[in-house]
């Protein structure tokens, strides 16, 4: 599941576009032609990417990549590549209109920050195509089979294995290093998460265990499934989730949400998660939520023992698992969790 950003059905392409579509194609052909006559191949090997959408064949060294959803910018960009487009994140974002850990990697480079791209369901293809990408990079995404068939004609397009939204923080690194002929880097990123995470872990997280709730509007209820990825950063510092997960998944799963909506009149289902993580829109949706008699009654919201941000920058990078958003979080993360660890064991 992504975070609440969805906007209103918009179509940006046009016969504009399928113009454009055709001239660039034209041209692509042309350079491939013009390339393999010159031997201008260099120690590339094709690589062919599967996705629940078609398949990404990368016939040469990816220089201009544009990255779509969530998570592949920043890995991109630890991969030594910064793209020259991304989906713009306007929830999370700061003043610059880019999400911090991005905008200050890029400068600390003193490279140029990739083109903000309008997405999700107004995505800007004329936008992408006028980027001259040879590679678009959406595994973390919600594109559907219309905007990824145009895409694919603009540049060869990596998008979800399975489902939209649905991708282990694992698999996309390992696909975005695929992708750009990255794999040992790709290993080495994943490794170097792993050991931050058990660096971070502390001993007295152990035996805890936890629920990640989430609402969309007043008497609703939403448990987060262990692979979703903000649930899987929790895990990964040393706290169990809620055994009561698995019951909540046969019950009230909602299907590409990688979580059970099981509604606030079922919140005593909560009762022995030791403590609660959560996140809200904003103060106005954090009040109205707090002041709902069946939530304040979680034991572990009763208590104090509850991590929660309206923080609209916090909220997003601790919903992603990648190079960048790690080490940005966790020194944020650490303070919050010893406080309600402190709470619940005090009860």
Not at 140 to 165: I, N, R
Request: proline share 6%; net charge negative; glycine share 6%.
């Amino acid at each position: 599941m992504t975070l609440p950003t969805a906007k209103p059905v918009k179509r940006r392409w046009s016969l504009t576009v399928a113009i454009g579509l055709t001239a660039a194609l034209t041209l692509s052909a042309c350079s491939s032609t013009n390339d393999a006559a010159n031997g201008d191949q260099g120690d590339w090997e094709t690589v062919s990417i599967d996705s629940a959408l078609g398949t990404a064949t990368i016939e040469e060294e990816p220089e201009r990549i544009v990255t779509l959803g969530q998570g592949s910018t920043e890995t991109a960009i630890a991969l030594g590549t910064t793209p020259v487009g991304m989906e713009e994140y306007e929830w999370g974002a700061d003043d610059s209109g880019y999400l911090p850990w991005i905008e200050e990697e890029v400068k600390d480079r003193n490279e140029e920050l990739p083109e903000l791209i309008e997405g999700s369901t107004e995505l800007d293809i004329e936008a992408i195509l006028e980027l001259e990408p040879d590679l678009i990079l959406a595994p973390w995404s919600g594109l559907t089979q219309e905007q990824y068939d145009l895409l694919a004609d603009v540049a060869p397009t990596v998008a979800y294995p399975e489902q939209p939204w649905t991708i282990e923080w694992e698999q996309q690194i390992e696909i975005i290093g695929e992708a750009m002929g990255e794999n040992d880097q790709a290993q080495e990123l994943i490794d170097d998460i792993h050991s931050q995470f058990d660096e971070a872990a502390d001993p007295k997280y152990e035996d805890l265990t936890f629920s990640y709730i989430y609402n969309d509007g007043p008497g609703t209820l939403g448990v987060f499934y262990p692979e979703e990825q903000r649930v899987a950063m929790v895990e990964a510092l040393g706290l169990t989730p809620d055994p009561v997960v698995d019951e909540l998944r046969k019950d009230y799963d909602a299907p590409g949400t990688q979580s059970a909506l099981i509604g606030l009149e079922n919140a005593d289902k909560l009762s022995d998660s030791d403590l609660i993580f959560t996140f809200y829109m904003d103060d106005a949706n954090r009040e109205e939520t707090e002041e709902q008699p069946l939530y304040a009654s979680i034991p572990a919201v009763d208590q104090g023992a509850i991590v929660a941000s309206d923080d609209q920058s916090f909220v997003t990078a601790s919903s992603m698992i990648n190079p960048l958003t790690v080490p940005w979080t966790l020194e944020r993360y650490k303070p919050m969790i010893d406080d309600a660890v402190e709470k619940a064991e005090q009860n």
